[in-house]
């Protein structure tokens, strides 16, 4: 693998130096991939109007092909928030429209591509800003496979557009999860459950693994809920993206209700307890179980 920096007329960011990062990474074979730290797109998805595409300029890398607005990322920048600053230098698109839904990589080992998809939750008018983009257009899910696409989007399109079938939503029992592990919850539910959910909350803002959820791409950012009940109702404030539902009476039945309301926006609903009885209320309702371990292993 060799660093070659971009030639005269190259892509190049449309305010301030020229970032490290903006380089192409040549593999032996002579493939060249753009971005020395890697690249990052957004997918943004607008319930009404489809997904945002970029029509490249024709002297650009595969030019007068559609693709996603994104670019090269900068050292040490997650590939979260290198599509949400690329998508804003290209795109006009505001970093507080869009929510996480899911990032997808490929990685080549010399490099990675990821593609952060993100469901549009403020309408924006896309902006041209830079010289790389002839259009942005939304295109509506059914039309896209009609355009001629950047070839490396079009080898991660079939793939994106069948994980869009999926939005997960996870609902924590925090008295069942709080209860599995013996560090003294009891002699202060309120700190036990302020110090659960504040781990849960770091889990959501970092992604859950496709592997653990059962679904396709490789992180996604699901909708979560924390249920409180007693004492722990008490624990302190928590900011998103975590929910914290205080329930008025069996935290049981708060739960199933969150189910209830979830259950028409997302898809799957993932249920952490190891009660039996609840386990067997929500399923009912179409929801999966995983027990407290499988929750507590993924936390820091």
Do not use: C
Not at 96 to 119: M, P, Q
Not at 148 to 173: C, E, K, M, N
């Amino acid at each position: 693998m060799t660093i070659e920096p971009p030639a005269p007329g190259e892509p190049r960011r449309p305010h301030g130096p020229r970032d490290p990062g903006d380089a192409w990474v040549v593999a032996p074979t002579g493939e060249k991939y753009w971005g020395r730290f890697g690249a990052a797109g957004l997918l943004a998805l607008d319930p009404e109007r489809g997904v945002l595409l970029q029509h490249r300029v024709s002297w650009s890398h595969f030019g007068n092909t559609w693709a996603l607005p994104g670019g090269a990322r900068h050292e040490g920048e997650s590939a979260r928030d290198g599509a949400l600053r690329e998508s804003g230098e290209e795109a006009g698109v505001p970093a507080d429209a869009v929510s996480a839904r899911f990032e997808s990589v490929l990685d080549l080992g010399i490099w990675s591509y990821s593609t952060l998809v993100a469901d549009v939750t403020t309408p924006f008018e896309p902006v041209i800003s830079d010289p790389e983009s002839v259009a942005l257009e939304w295109v509506a899910v059914d039309d896209v496979d009609s355009l001629p696409l950047h070839p490396g989007f079009a080898a991660s399109w079939p793939a994106l557009r069948q994980a869009l079938t999926a939005r997960p939503a996870i609902v924590v029992d925090v008295a069942n999860v709080m209860g599995s592990v013996p560090d003294g919850w009891w002699k202060d539910r309120a700190g036990a459950a302020t110090r659960l959910v504040r781990k849960v909350s770091r889990l959501a803002e970092r992604g859950v693994d496709a592997e653990a959820l059962g679904l396709s791409a490789t992180r996604w950012f699901p909708a979560v809920t924390a249920v409180l009940e007693g004492q722990a109702r008490s624990a302190e404030p928590v900011a998103p993206p975590v929910e914290v539902r205080h329930a008025p009476g069996e935290g049981d039945d708060e739960i199933v209700a969150v189910v209830r309301e979830v259950a028409g926006a997302f898809r799957p609903v993932v249920v952490v307890t190891s009660d039996r009885e609840l386990s067997a209320r929500v399923v009912e309702l179409g929801a999966r179980v995983r027990g407290a371990r499988w929750l507590l292993d993924q936390l820091d």
